[in-house]
Protein backbone atom coordinates (compact mmCIF):
# COMPACT_ATOMS: atom_id res chain seq x y z
CA UNK A 1 0.00 0.00 0.00
CA UNK A 2 1.23 3.61 -1.17
CA UNK A 3 1.36 6.80 1.19
CA UNK A 4 0.85 10.18 0.31
CA UNK A 5 3.43 11.55 3.17
CA UNK A 6 4.31 15.14 3.42
CA UNK A 7 7.69 15.27 1.49
CA UNK A 8 8.76 18.30 3.27
CA UNK A 9 8.87 16.18 6.48
CA UNK A 10 11.55 13.86 4.60
CA UNK A 11 13.85 16.47 3.67
CA UNK A 12 13.79 18.35 6.88
CA UNK A 13 14.46 15.52 9.21
CA UNK A 14 17.28 14.62 6.77
CA UNK A 15 18.70 18.22 7.24
CA UNK A 16 18.30 17.78 10.78
CA UNK A 17 20.45 14.68 11.29
CA UNK A 18 22.94 16.58 7.95
CA UNK A 19 22.58 13.80 5.80
CA UNK A 20 22.92 13.66 2.01
CA UNK A 21 20.38 11.89 0.02
CA UNK A 22 23.20 9.78 -1.18
CA UNK A 23 23.66 9.17 2.82
CA UNK A 24 20.28 8.31 3.40
CA UNK A 25 20.27 6.03 -0.12
CA UNK A 26 23.07 3.85 0.85
CA UNK A 27 21.65 3.07 4.21
CA UNK A 28 17.77 1.88 2.80
CA UNK A 29 20.00 0.05 0.03
CA UNK A 30 18.56 2.17 -2.50
CA UNK A 31 19.24 4.99 -5.09
CA UNK A 32 19.76 8.36 -4.47
CA UNK A 33 17.59 8.98 -7.61
CA UNK A 34 14.81 6.87 -6.00
CA UNK A 35 14.80 8.62 -2.43
CA UNK A 36 14.95 11.70 -4.44
CA UNK A 37 11.60 11.15 -6.07
CA UNK A 38 9.76 10.58 -2.11
CA UNK A 39 11.77 13.62 -1.36
CA UNK A 40 9.93 15.55 -4.20
CA UNK A 41 6.65 13.71 -3.87
CA UNK A 42 6.90 12.12 -7.30
CA UNK A 43 6.88 8.60 -5.71
CA UNK A 44 5.81 8.03 -2.31
CA UNK A 45 7.15 4.89 -0.20
CA UNK A 46 5.69 1.53 0.76
CA UNK A 47 4.98 0.59 4.50
CA UNK A 48 8.26 -1.40 4.45
CA UNK A 49 10.18 1.72 2.66
CA UNK A 50 8.36 4.04 5.41
CA UNK A 51 9.50 2.11 8.20
CA UNK A 52 13.10 1.86 7.38
CA UNK A 53 13.38 5.63 6.80
CA UNK A 54 11.32 5.91 10.24
CA UNK A 55 13.88 3.92 12.19
CA UNK A 56 16.96 6.06 10.41
CA UNK A 57 15.44 8.95 11.75
CA UNK A 58 14.62 7.88 14.97
CA UNK A 59 11.06 8.87 14.62
CA UNK A 60 7.69 6.98 13.91
CA UNK A 61 6.17 6.49 10.88
CA UNK A 62 3.21 8.81 11.37
CA UNK A 63 5.24 11.38 11.93
CA UNK A 64 5.57 11.75 7.84
CA UNK A 65 1.62 12.87 7.97
CA UNK A 66 2.06 16.07 9.80
CA UNK A 67 1.23 19.09 7.96
CA UNK A 68 3.09 21.86 9.94
CA UNK A 69 4.21 25.38 9.03
CA UNK A 70 7.98 25.28 9.00
CA UNK A 71 10.49 28.03 10.33
CA UNK A 72 11.34 30.35 7.26
CA UNK A 73 14.78 31.63 6.41
CA UNK A 74 13.94 35.22 7.10
CA UNK A 75 12.93 34.14 10.57
CA UNK A 76 16.47 32.40 11.47
CA UNK A 77 19.37 34.49 12.83
CA UNK A 78 22.82 33.16 11.76
CA UNK A 79 26.35 33.50 13.11
CA UNK A 80 29.01 34.03 10.07
CA UNK A 81 25.82 32.94 7.08
CA UNK A 82 27.76 33.79 4.30
CA UNK A 83 30.43 31.86 4.99
CA UNK A 84 28.43 28.98 6.78
CA UNK A 85 27.96 25.50 4.37
CA UNK A 86 24.20 24.79 3.44
CA UNK A 87 24.10 21.77 5.70
CA UNK A 88 24.27 23.65 8.28
CA UNK A 89 22.27 25.83 8.30
CA UNK A 90 18.91 23.73 7.04
CA UNK A 91 20.55 21.35 9.73
CA UNK A 92 20.10 24.28 12.17
CA UNK A 93 16.70 25.52 11.06
CA UNK A 94 14.96 22.10 11.07
CA UNK A 95 16.40 21.86 14.85
CA UNK A 96 14.80 25.22 15.68
CA UNK A 97 11.31 23.81 13.99
CA UNK A 98 11.34 20.64 15.97
CA UNK A 99 12.02 22.66 19.17
CA UNK A 100 9.12 25.13 18.54
CA UNK A 101 6.89 22.38 17.68
CA UNK A 102 8.22 20.97 21.05
CA UNK A 103 7.26 24.31 23.07
CA UNK A 104 3.82 23.90 21.78
CA UNK A 105 3.45 20.51 22.63
CA UNK A 106 4.53 21.01 26.38
CA UNK A 107 3.10 24.76 27.17
CA UNK A 108 -0.18 23.12 26.07
CA UNK A 109 0.16 19.79 28.42
CA UNK A 110 1.28 22.86 31.55
CA UNK A 111 -1.96 24.12 30.56
CA UNK A 112 -1.88 27.14 32.26
CA UNK A 113 -0.77 25.92 35.48
CA UNK A 114 2.68 27.13 35.09
CA UNK A 115 3.11 29.93 32.78
CA UNK A 116 6.53 30.18 31.51
CA UNK A 117 8.04 33.76 31.02
CA UNK A 118 6.55 36.03 28.56
CA UNK A 119 8.72 37.33 25.87
CA UNK A 120 8.54 41.10 25.52
CA UNK A 121 11.49 43.12 24.68
CA UNK A 122 11.93 46.87 25.21
CA UNK A 123 10.79 49.23 22.25
CA UNK A 124 13.28 50.22 20.11
CA UNK A 125 11.98 53.46 18.17
CA UNK A 126 13.83 56.09 19.68
CA UNK A 127 17.17 54.80 19.12
CA UNK A 128 18.89 54.38 15.67
CA UNK A 129 20.74 51.14 15.18
CA UNK A 130 23.10 52.61 12.27
CA UNK A 131 24.71 54.85 14.74
CA UNK A 132 27.23 53.44 17.13
CA UNK A 133 26.59 55.49 19.96
CA UNK A 134 22.89 54.69 19.77
CA UNK A 135 24.04 51.09 20.17
CA UNK A 136 25.95 51.83 23.27
CA UNK A 137 22.40 53.47 24.37
CA UNK A 138 20.48 50.51 23.73
CA UNK A 139 22.47 48.55 25.44
CA UNK A 140 22.51 50.52 28.69
CA UNK A 141 18.71 51.03 28.29
CA UNK A 142 18.10 47.13 28.24
CA UNK A 143 20.45 46.72 31.20
CA UNK A 144 18.27 49.41 33.50
CA UNK A 145 14.64 47.82 32.29
CA UNK A 146 15.78 44.61 33.48
CA UNK A 147 17.49 45.95 36.67
CA UNK A 148 20.99 44.50 35.37
CA UNK A 149 22.41 47.44 37.04
CA UNK A 150 26.17 48.18 35.70
CA UNK A 151 28.09 44.72 36.95
CA UNK A 152 28.82 41.60 35.57
CA UNK A 153 26.07 39.32 34.38
CA UNK A 154 26.04 36.06 36.88
CA UNK A 155 24.34 34.07 34.32
CA UNK A 156 23.29 35.12 30.95
CA UNK A 157 21.50 31.38 30.07
CA UNK A 158 19.23 32.25 32.55
CA UNK A 159 18.45 35.73 31.45
CA UNK A 160 17.72 34.88 28.13
CA UNK A 161 15.58 32.59 29.49
CA UNK A 162 14.01 34.85 32.21
CA UNK A 163 13.62 37.15 29.07
CA UNK A 164 10.88 34.27 27.57
CA UNK A 165 13.68 32.85 24.90
CA UNK A 166 14.05 29.11 25.32
CA UNK A 167 17.94 28.00 24.68
CA UNK A 168 19.36 24.46 23.92
CA UNK A 169 22.51 23.57 23.10
CA UNK A 170 23.53 22.03 19.76
CA UNK A 171 26.52 19.39 19.58
CA UNK A 172 26.00 17.67 16.47
CA UNK A 173 28.38 19.92 14.43
CA UNK A 174 31.62 19.40 15.94
CA UNK A 175 34.34 22.08 15.99
CA UNK A 176 34.55 22.36 12.03
CA UNK A 177 31.27 23.88 12.00
CA UNK A 178 31.00 27.54 10.35
CA UNK A 179 27.69 28.29 12.95
CA UNK A 180 28.10 29.37 16.49
CA UNK A 181 24.79 29.82 17.19
CA UNK A 182 21.80 31.21 15.80
CA UNK A 183 18.08 32.57 17.00
CA UNK A 184 14.93 32.56 15.95
CA UNK A 185 11.47 35.20 15.96
CA UNK A 186 9.05 33.11 16.98
CA UNK A 187 6.28 33.63 19.58
CA UNK A 188 8.42 32.17 21.69
CA UNK A 189 11.64 32.72 20.62
CA UNK A 190 14.86 30.34 20.51
CA UNK A 191 18.60 30.65 20.59
CA UNK A 192 20.27 27.42 19.52
CA UNK A 193 23.96 27.63 20.66
CA UNK A 194 26.91 25.33 19.66
CA UNK A 195 28.32 23.31 22.55
CA UNK A 196 31.14 21.80 20.81
CA UNK A 197 33.74 24.97 21.72
CA UNK A 198 33.58 24.99 25.30
CA UNK A 199 34.34 28.41 26.30
CA UNK A 200 32.11 30.07 28.88
CA UNK A 201 32.87 33.44 27.68
CA UNK A 202 32.34 32.08 24.24
CA UNK A 203 29.01 31.04 24.53
CA UNK A 204 28.10 33.88 26.77
CA UNK A 205 28.94 36.15 23.67
CA UNK A 206 27.01 34.62 21.05
CA UNK A 207 23.79 34.59 23.63
CA UNK A 208 23.86 38.67 23.86
CA UNK A 209 25.09 38.85 20.11
CA UNK A 210 21.92 36.61 19.36
CA UNK A 211 19.81 38.62 21.61
CA UNK A 212 20.94 41.97 19.58
CA UNK A 213 19.22 40.45 16.43
CA UNK A 214 16.14 39.49 18.22
CA UNK A 215 15.92 43.32 19.24
CA UNK A 216 17.31 44.64 16.39
CA UNK A 217 16.53 42.32 12.64
CA UNK A 218 12.88 40.92 13.24
CA UNK A 219 12.18 40.49 9.45
CA UNK A 220 15.66 41.18 8.69
CA UNK A 221 18.17 38.30 7.11
CA UNK A 222 21.05 38.68 8.89
CA UNK A 223 24.42 37.41 8.48
CA UNK A 224 25.78 40.23 6.43
CA UNK A 225 28.79 42.45 7.63
CA UNK A 226 26.54 45.18 8.67
CA UNK A 227 24.24 42.96 10.66
CA UNK A 228 26.52 41.32 12.06
CA UNK A 229 28.62 44.10 13.30
CA UNK A 230 25.59 45.60 15.11
CA UNK A 231 24.85 42.54 17.24
CA UNK A 232 28.73 42.28 17.97
CA UNK A 233 28.67 45.67 19.06
CA UNK A 234 25.68 45.05 21.40
CA UNK A 235 26.82 42.06 22.69
CA UNK A 236 29.75 43.81 23.70
CA UNK A 237 28.39 47.04 25.22
CA UNK A 238 25.90 44.77 26.97
CA UNK A 239 28.28 42.54 28.66
CA UNK A 240 31.02 45.11 29.43
CA UNK A 241 29.12 48.66 29.58
CA UNK A 242 31.02 51.76 29.04
CA UNK A 243 31.22 52.94 32.22
CA UNK A 244 32.36 49.66 33.48
CA UNK A 245 35.38 49.68 31.02
CA UNK A 246 36.38 53.44 31.63
CA UNK A 247 36.65 53.53 35.38
CA UNK A 248 38.40 50.12 35.48
CA UNK A 249 40.79 50.18 32.30
CA UNK A 250 43.72 51.99 33.06
CA UNK A 251 44.40 49.21 35.71
CA UNK A 252 44.66 46.84 32.65
CA UNK A 253 46.67 48.75 30.24
CA UNK A 254 48.65 52.26 31.82
CA UNK A 255 51.50 54.04 29.93
CA UNK A 256 51.91 51.73 26.80
CA UNK A 257 51.86 48.13 29.44
CA UNK A 258 49.49 45.47 29.97
CA UNK A 259 49.07 43.97 33.18
CA UNK A 260 47.77 40.64 31.99
CA UNK A 261 47.22 39.88 35.56
CA UNK A 262 44.43 42.57 36.49
CA UNK A 263 42.84 41.65 32.66
CA UNK A 264 42.82 37.49 34.10
CA UNK A 265 40.87 38.86 37.05
CA UNK A 266 38.74 41.41 35.07
CA UNK A 267 38.08 38.58 32.50
CA UNK A 268 36.77 36.24 35.54
CA UNK A 269 34.38 38.59 36.92
CA UNK A 270 32.66 39.54 34.17
CA UNK A 271 33.17 36.28 32.19
CA UNK A 272 34.11 38.30 29.20
CA UNK A 273 37.11 36.94 27.11
CA UNK A 274 40.44 38.89 26.85
CA UNK A 275 39.87 38.94 22.90
CA UNK A 276 36.92 40.59 23.58
CA UNK A 277 38.21 42.95 26.04
CA UNK A 278 40.65 44.27 24.09
CA UNK A 279 38.38 44.96 21.08
CA UNK A 280 35.94 46.42 23.27
CA UNK A 281 38.88 49.00 24.90
CA UNK A 282 39.55 49.85 20.80
CA UNK A 283 36.10 50.72 20.06
CA UNK A 284 35.63 52.62 23.19
CA UNK A 285 39.01 54.50 22.29
CA UNK A 286 41.15 53.40 25.55
CA UNK A 287 43.35 51.80 23.00
CA UNK A 288 44.87 52.95 19.46
CA UNK A 289 44.53 50.26 16.54
CA UNK A 290 48.47 50.08 17.34
CA UNK A 291 48.16 49.19 20.72
CA UNK A 292 45.16 46.91 20.47
CA UNK A 293 47.28 44.75 17.72
CA UNK A 294 49.95 44.54 20.58
CA UNK A 295 47.49 42.94 22.80
CA UNK A 296 46.13 40.24 20.12
CA UNK A 297 49.98 39.36 19.06
CA UNK A 298 50.32 38.91 23.33
CA UNK A 299 48.07 37.11 23.25
CA UNK A 300 48.60 34.84 20.27
CA UNK A 301 52.36 34.59 21.46
CA UNK A 302 51.13 32.81 24.71
CA UNK A 303 49.24 30.67 22.73
CA UNK A 304 45.42 32.63 23.97
CA UNK A 305 44.30 33.07 20.15
CA UNK A 306 41.53 30.21 20.37
CA UNK A 307 41.80 28.93 23.88
CA UNK A 308 42.66 31.27 26.85
CA UNK A 309 44.03 30.05 29.81
CA UNK A 310 41.19 30.87 32.80
CA UNK A 311 38.19 29.54 30.17
CA UNK A 312 38.32 26.33 32.23
CA UNK A 313 37.94 28.65 35.54
CA UNK A 314 34.72 29.54 34.49
CA UNK A 315 31.29 27.29 34.41
CA UNK A 316 29.73 26.48 31.67
CA UNK A 317 25.97 27.37 31.58
CA UNK A 318 23.30 25.37 31.22
CA UNK A 319 19.94 25.54 29.94
CA UNK A 320 17.14 25.69 32.74
CA UNK A 321 13.97 26.45 31.16
CA UNK A 322 12.52 22.73 29.09
CA UNK A 323 14.00 20.79 31.95
CA UNK A 324 11.75 22.40 34.27
CA UNK A 325 9.06 21.87 32.20
CA UNK A 326 9.99 18.13 31.79
CA UNK A 327 10.26 17.90 35.58
CA UNK A 328 7.29 19.37 36.95
CA UNK A 329 5.08 17.45 33.54
CA UNK A 330 6.88 14.47 35.47
CA UNK A 331 6.32 15.07 39.22
CA UNK A 332 3.20 16.67 39.14
CA UNK A 333 1.05 15.59 36.16
CA UNK A 334 2.30 12.41 35.56
CA UNK A 335 3.36 13.10 32.29
CA UNK A 336 7.11 11.58 31.16
CA UNK A 337 9.04 12.40 28.31
CA UNK A 338 7.86 8.99 26.50
CA UNK A 339 4.32 10.41 26.30
CA UNK A 340 5.70 14.02 25.23
CA UNK A 341 7.69 11.72 22.11
CA UNK A 342 4.81 9.73 21.41
CA UNK A 343 2.34 12.91 21.16
CA UNK A 344 5.33 13.86 18.61
CA UNK A 345 5.41 10.82 16.45
CA UNK A 346 9.13 10.87 17.46
CA UNK A 347 11.31 8.48 19.95
CA UNK A 348 13.29 8.83 23.40
CA UNK A 349 16.49 8.85 20.83
CA UNK A 350 15.47 11.84 18.47
CA UNK A 351 14.84 13.64 21.20
CA UNK A 352 18.50 13.25 22.94
CA UNK A 353 19.53 14.38 19.30
CA UNK A 354 17.59 17.49 19.36
CA UNK A 355 18.51 18.58 22.99
CA UNK A 356 21.41 17.10 23.92
CA UNK A 357 20.02 15.18 26.66
CA UNK A 358 20.24 11.80 27.98
CA UNK A 359 16.39 10.91 28.37
CA UNK A 360 17.15 7.33 29.70
CA UNK A 361 18.93 8.92 33.09
CA UNK A 362 16.37 11.99 33.12
CA UNK A 363 14.25 12.25 36.32
CA UNK A 364 11.43 12.70 33.96
CA UNK A 365 11.30 9.22 32.44
CA UNK A 366 9.16 7.07 33.30
CA UNK A 367 11.68 4.13 32.74
CA UNK A 368 14.15 6.08 34.59
CA UNK A 369 11.82 6.23 37.82
CA UNK A 370 10.42 2.88 37.58
CA UNK A 371 13.77 1.58 37.39
CA UNK A 372 14.96 3.51 40.71
CA UNK A 373 11.76 2.65 42.31
CA UNK A 374 12.65 -1.03 41.58
CA UNK A 375 16.16 -0.27 42.87
CA UNK A 376 14.76 1.11 46.53
CA UNK A 377 12.14 -1.49 46.79
CA UNK A 378 15.15 -4.26 46.19
Same mark, same amino acid.
Given at each position: ??????????????????????????????????????????????????????????????????????????????????????????????????????????????????????????????????????????????????????? $??????????????? #? /? @????? +? %?????????????????????????????????????????????????????????????????????????????????????????????????????????? $??????????????? #? /? @????? +? %???????????????????????????????????????????????????????????????????????????
Amino acid at each position: MFHSINNIELKLVRYFYRMSLQDVADKLGISRQYLHKFETKQSSPDDEMLRKISEIYKVRPEFFYQNKSTVQEDQVHFRKLQCSKEIDKQSLISTAEYVDRLLIDVEDKLNGKVTLPTFELPKLDDFDIDKPLDIERIAEYCREEWDLGLG $AISNMTRLCENLGIV #V /I @SYDRH +G %ENSDIDALSVTLKRPIIVRSSSKQSACRLRFDLAHELAHLLFHEGIITGCRKTESQANHFAGAFLLPRAIMIKYFSGIFSGSQFNWKNMAEFKKHFKVSKAAILYR $AKQLSLLTESQYRTG #V /I @SLKNK +G %ESKQEVEDNLIDLEEPELLDSCFTYLAEKENIYIERICNDLCITPSFLEDLLSIDVAQSIYSRKYRIKQLNMRVS
